[in-house]
Structures are given as C-alpha cells and as structure tokens.
C-alpha cells in the first residue's frame, strides 16, 4: 500500500464504514477495524477490513498503523469497560509512524448539560474519558492531531426521533445540536487535505428548536408526534457554536436539518 495515500480508520461502524467506502471512491488505500468477522456497514470491497478487538492488544494492527499516513479513530468511549480508553489512544499514537495524521471523532458531550455558549475554548469535564482520549493525541501528537467534536449524529437511517416519540420530552425549546453523517464525512475529509491541527466543533450551525426538529422529523417519517412537557433542564439556553470549523474549514454547505429526500 502506498504510505502516502494509505488511511487506517480505528472503528468501521456506522460512521467508520461509510467514510471508508467514500475515501476508496477517491483513490485512497483504506484499511480499518472491526469486532465483527464478516463487515456489516462496509460496501467496497476494495476496503481492507480487519476483525480485531481492543482486548487483543495493537499488536495485530501496529504493521498497519506504521504504514498510514492518516489514522481516524471514530470508537466512542461507550464501548469500553475493561481497559482504559485513554491508554489505547495513547498506544495507537505511540506504534504509529512520527508523521502520521491522526483524525479523533470526540463529542460535544464533553461540554456540561447547561446554560450558556461553548466554543472550543470552553471548560469541560476533564475528568470524561472523552477529554482523556482528546489529551492523548494532543499531548502525544500535538502537530499532527485534529479533534472534531461532533454534534449528535444522525442521517437517512438514523435519528434519535425513533427513540422521543416513545417517551416525554423536556426542553422544547433548546436547541438541537445535531451533524449529519455527510457533513462529519465532509469534515473528515477536509481534515485529512488541509494542512490543520487543532480542536474543532463540528454541529450543524441551523438554529431549530427540539419540538420543531423533532415534530416535523416525525411527520416526514410517518410516526406518532412527541410529547414535549414544558421542563427546562440547562438546555434551552444552551449553544454549541462551531464558528471556528465553518471559517477555518470555509465550510458553509450544511445539509438542511429540515430538508426532506
């Protein structure tokens, strides 16, 4: 595989499988991970797909992490339990080549669940295994990592309304914080040509409300309209502003939360 077109993607998942196929499609070399052994999301077949687990160990995979130009790690901390998420971001810096780029898919979870507006600059729980695993590329790697914080991800086959509808909601009138999984392609994408390094927000900038978002998803999709209670939690006052990505990325075609296929 050639080093300076190879990218090695920790994580074939929803997101993970999808960027490999798109990556492939552009002349890339795409190998990537997963705990399965026949591929669920993956459609190219040219896309080097390897079942591995993180109790296992790197050892497998430290031949193939040498040779990448780019790493993007997309596995959330959700997924670990046994071992420490930080220490395994820590070792996939550590066996890679010293001029490897490394792509990490943090959340904006890591910004507490109250008022106010959060850009990267500010404070978050340093105690979350996400600021944990930010660190570790950044302390590492700080000349060669990018940290996209997503936005909640969502895309023609996925969207939390499925989950609201069965259930009362709070905070209708808080903002939804959501990116679609092009956009995060989109971004991905962008990160790996520009010559960038750093910490980005990445949420769609659409300023719509949860009962709207969410009553309107659910009309277009055919289910019953969620029930919104008037309790306010910390959210509706809250915003995650991803100003920074939209200008240093010149990033300005979203897809429309509200734009129906």
Not at 135 to 141: H, I, K
Request: no cysteine; charged share 25%; proline share 5%.
């Amino acid at each position: 595989m050639e080093t300076n077109k190879t990218v090695g993607i920790i994580g074939l998942g929803w997101l993970g499988a999808s960027l490999a196929n798109n990556l492939n499609q552009l002349g890339y070399s795409v190998w990537g991970t997963q705990t399965q052994s026949i591929p669920r999301f993956v459609t190219d077949e040219h896309v080097k797909s390897i079942r591995w687990k993180h109790e296992d160990g790197l050892e497998q995979l430290i031949p193939l992490l040498k040779s990448s130009k780019t790493i993007i790690v997309t596995i959330p901390p959700s997924k670990f339990e046994a071992i420490n998420y930080k220490t395994l971001m820590e070792d996939i810096v550590k066996n890679s080549d010293n001029e490897t780029k490394f792509i990490y898919t943090s959340s904006i979870g890591i910004y507490p669940r109250s008022k106010g507006a959060f850009n990267e600059s500010a404070e978050v729980d340093r105690q979350s295994n996400l600021y944990l695993a930010e660190q570790a590329f950044l302390s590492y790697s700080p000349s060669q990592s990018v940290i996209l914080r997503l936005g909640g991800l969502i895309g023609n086959d996925r969207n939390p309304v499925h989950y609201l509808v069965k259930k009362e909601n709070d905070d209708p009138d808080g903002k939804v914080h959501l990116i679609d999984k092009i956009d995060v392609i989109g971004a991905i994408l962008q990160s790996i040509t520009l010559d960038k390094t750093g910490v980005w927000n990445v949420v769609n900038p659409e300023n719509v409300s949860r009962k709207v978002y969410y009553t309107k998803m659910a009309q277009h999709l055919g289910l019953p309209k969620p029930h919104f209670n008037q309790k306010v939690t910390g959210l509706t006052e809250r915003k995650i502003i991803s100003t920074k990505f939209i200008e240093d990325f010149d990033y300005k075609s979203f897809r429309p939360l509200l734009e129906f296929d």
